[in-house]
């Protein structure tokens, strides 16, 4: 007799259940997206000990039959589907028709259902996947499921949960993932006899944001919308001051639907690429509508990872989308007096900052543009923005489903101009005359434009604009530069003003291959351990094109030929060991133009000048008139803000004058 034999229905619902069902969230998410599905517009949802107890779930939706309550909770048993191509097009966010089963297999179960024109309502009851009968009952229009004792008969898989409190957490982080995919919905939410959240259904995205993480936050948003075909992507991403220490504070939906995708994150990550310190992560709350054939939902039991048809197009139309946002957004870091209590300089900036008593810190939400401009004589180019919707707080936010726009115009890349054949530090700026005509971005008329993941520079904001008059600064403590502008005043790290500078004219100069490159005389030969000979070989052409010429020497020597102009101040010796560090402990960009970038903020920062070191006026000069000539000058290439503004109307109300 063979050996092989066909598992009981009972073990493979347990099976099932330890794929769909891993603790207390994964049953509230089950249900409240059955409940939408069900074209509720009201979702109660109530939790005991952290779900471990009573999770229950009401809704408005359109119910069930009698006859569909007992079929409701068998495996693969679902009106979703009806044969193999609706696979290909999947509009609902359930489908699987196993979650029901894998629930009611691990748990004590009772389902109440009324359809809106029948008389009275229908329950049932199911213990540990043994069905009774269907009973008639009274209950109001909807589907109420109550989950009680979750794991009783698998007292194993119940140990393995974590407190109530824990638990309790991962509910309320369930909760929000769908409150905030479905803001028209209202939803409320208890635990432990508290109401924790009642939320209104709402038109804009914006409040619900507030009421998770705070105002704070959603102030900071920035709005980004662009349609590519049939692709419509559209959200909110934060100001880099509101960076997070991990990818918790992004979320990407897709039809409606909570996912997690490396591609899209790392286009996000892209976007941010200049803008946050290393190691610092940016909040995003994006959706993606696009046509359910493009998509396919059905690669894990949980349905949290996706893949695309054509993954590369939606990376690039994310990574354009929000620079086109940050060109048109000023991201500056703003000083401002502190009232009592004095507040504390936030960490993402206090090493650039002196040490002192003083009452002053960075605003945590973006400067308002209309404000940025009033500090110099001439303003940026003024732009359309899209019209807002007045929410029910009165102040303005896109629509829930906001209709295509077209942007009302070109927004032109800037690039910095090369002042002379010869690279020099500190060379008198060129003329706005002699600087080469902008770049312009690829016309995003109701489309982004494509880009090659990993390819495109950092993102660039419109270089600040010139003033009259050359700012008047101050050098103090060797390393700030205190300047007067038109309203008030600005302190600026000259470290990381001149590393953005230099960033910026080596990436022009790279991209038009004319890095200037000191032949040696003789080459020198230089020891590196194993792995860093091998990693440096590897990457020998695009170290060619930052300058550094390299051939491998026998064992693990390499010979360096030529080394970059601009760091003839570092041994070629020193220059090739912290390369070969760099690419052998940080994280490999997936793509050489995003390696590449990645040592050209290295190298800038490499050739920079450094913090305690005494500048002539002259330098000074120098360096404050090609500040204007860079895009993104706010930011150094790591993420830190190069100046903080300090208004004369903040100077005069801290000295008590107004």
């Known amino acids: 007799m063979g050996i092989i034999r066909q598992l009981p229905p009972s073990v493979v619902n347990q099976i099932a259940a330890g794929e769909v069902v891993e603790r207390p969230?994964?049953?509230?998410?089950?249900?409240?997206?059955?409940?939408?599905?069900?074209?509720?517009?009201?979702?109660?949802?109530?939790?005991?000990?952290?779900?471990?107890?009573?999770?229950?779930?009401?809704?408005?939706?359109?119910?069930?039959?009698?006859?569909?309550?007992?079929?409701?909770?068998?495996?693969?048993?679902?009106?979703?589907?009806?044969?193999?191509?609706?696979?290909?097009?999947?509009?609902?966010?359930g489908f699987r028709g196993e979650a029901l089963a894998a629930i009611a297999e691990v748990a004590k179960v009772r389902c109440q259902s009324r359809q809106v024109e029948a008389p009275d309502?229908?329950?049932?009851?199911?213990?540990?996947?043994?069905?009774?009968?269907?009973?008639?009952?009274?209950?109001?229009?909807?589907?109420?499921?109550?989950?009680?004792?979750?794991?009783?008969?698998?007292?194993?898989?119940?140990?393995?949960?974590?407190?109530?409190?824990?638990?309790?957490?991962?509910?309320?982080?369930?909760?929000?993932?769908?409150?905030?995919?479905?803001?028209?919905?209202?939803?409320?939410?208890?635990?432990?006899?508290?109401?924790?959240?009642?939320?209104?259904?709402?038109?804009?995205?914006?409040?619900?944001?507030?009421?998770?993480?705070?105002?704070?936050?959603?102030d900071s948003l920035l709005w980004v919308e662009s349609r590519l075909e049939s692709i419509h992507l559209w959200g909110y991403v934060a100001h880099p001051s509101q960076s997070r220490s991990s990818a918790k504070g992004q979320f990407l939906f897709v039809g409606g639907r909570y996912v997690r995708d490396r591609s899209l994150s790392h286009a996000l990550a892209e976007a941010?690429?200049?803008?946050?310190m290393v190691g610092r992560m940016p909040v995003a709350f994006l959706h993606l509508d696009l046509p359910p054939e493009e998509v396919d939902v059905n690669?894990?039991?949980?349905?949290?990872?996706?893949?695309?048809?054509?993954?590369?197009?939606?990376?690039?139309?994310?990574?354009?989308?929000?620079?086109?946002?940050?060109?048109?957004?000023?991201?500056?870091?703003?000083?401002?007096?502190?009232?009592?209590?004095?507040?504390?300089?936030?960490?993402?900036?206090?090493?650039?900052?002196?040490?002192?008593?003083?009452?002053?810190?960075?605003?945590?939400?973006?400067?308002?543009?209309?404000?940025?401009?009033?500090?110099?004589?001439?303003?940026?180019?003024?732009?359309?923005?899209?019209?807002?919707?007045g929410d029910s707080n009165g102040a303005t936010s896109p629509s829930w489903d906001p209709p295509g726009r077209a942007w009302d115009r070109e927004l032109p890349t800037q690039v910095s101009s090369v002042p002379g054949d010869s690279f020099d530090e500190f060379a008198p700026a060129a003329s706005s005359e002699a600087a080469p005509p902008p770049v312009p971005a690829a016309s995003t008329n109701g489309s982004a434009a494509t880009v090659a993941p990993g390819a495109p520079p950092a993102p660039q904001a419109p270089p600040l604009p010139s003033t009259e008059t050359p700012l008047r600064a101050l050098q103090v403590h060797d390393s700030y530069l205190i300047a007067e502008t038109?309203?008030?005043?600005?302190?600026?790290?000259?470290?990381a003003l001149h590393e953005r500078i230099l960033y910026e004219e080596l990436r022009v100069r790279?991209?038009?291959?004319?890095?200037?490159?000191?032949?040696?005389?003789?080459?020198?030969?230089?020891?590196?351990?194993?792995?860093?000979?091998?990693?440096?070989?590897?990457?020998?052409?695009?170290?060619?094109?930052?300058?550094?010429?390299?051939e491998p020497f026998g064992g693990d020597t390499v010979l360096v030929l030529s080394a970059p102009a601009m760091l003839k101040t570092l041994p070629a010796d020193r220059l090739l060991r912290d390369l070969a560090e760099h690419l052998r402990t940080k994280p490999f960009p997936p793509t050489r133009d995003a390696l590449l970038a990645d040592l050209l903020h290295m190298v800038a920062c490499k050739a920079a000048i450094k913090a305690g070191q005494r500048l002539t006026p002259e330098e000074v000069s120098a360096l404050l008139d090609r500040r204007h000539l860079v895009a993104d000058a706010h930011h150094c290439p790591h993420g830190r803000p190069t100046a903080l503004v300090f208004t004369k109307s903040e100077l005069e109300r801290q000295f008590g004058r107004i």
């Open 486 to 495: 038109s309203d008030g005043m600005m302190v600026i790290d000259q470290h």
């Open 121 to 218: 309502g229908a329950e049932i009851a199911i213990d540990a996947g043994v069905i009774g009968p269907v009973r008639a009952c009274g209950c109001p229009p909807g589907t109420v499921f109550e989950v009680r004792n979750l794991f009783h008969n698998t007292p194993v898989r119940r140990t393995f949960l974590k407190s109530d409190a824990t638990e309790a957490g991962h509910v309320a982080e369930m909760f929000a993932r769908i409150a905030l995919a479905h803001p028209t919905v209202r939803l409320t939410f208890r635990s432990a006899g508290k109401l924790v959240h009642d939320l209104p259904a709402v038109t804009g995205v914006k409040e619900r944001i507030a009421v998770f993480f705070g105002q704070e936050l959603a």
């Open 510 to 550: 790279v991209e038009k291959g004319k890095v200037e490159a000191q032949r040696l005389l003789v080459p020198e030969p230089v020891e590196l351990t194993s792995d860093e000979a091998a990693a440096i070989v590897e990457q020998r052409e695009v170290l060619a094109r930052l300058g550094l010429e390299l």
């Open 299 to 389: 690669i894990h039991p949980t349905k949290i990872e996706v893949r695309f048809r054509d993954s590369q197009r939606i990376y690039s139309q994310l990574l354009s989308t929000v620079r086109q946002t940050f060109l048109k957004s000023d991201l500056h870091s703003r000083l401002q007096a502190a009232e009592a209590p004095p507040t504390v300089v936030s960490d993402a900036t206090s090493a650039a900052l002196p040490a002192s008593p003083g009452a002053f810190a960075l605003s945590e939400t973006a400067p308002d543009r209309q404000a940025v401009a009033s500090w110099f004589p001439i303003a940026p180019a003024p732009f359309k923005p899209y019209p807002p919707v």
């Open 272 to 276: 941010y690429r200049g803008l946050l």
């Open 25 to 93: 969230a994964s049953v509230v998410k089950e249900l409240l997206e059955n409940a939408i599905d069900a074209g509720a517009s009201r979702i109660d949802v109530t939790v005991e000990r952290g779900g471990k107890d009573l999770i229950r779930v009401a809704d408005n939706g359109r119910g069930m039959e009698p006859d569909d309550l007992p079929q409701a909770f068998l495996p693969h048993a679902t009106s979703k589907l009806h044969d193999a191509d609706d696979l290909f097009r999947i509009r609902t966010l």
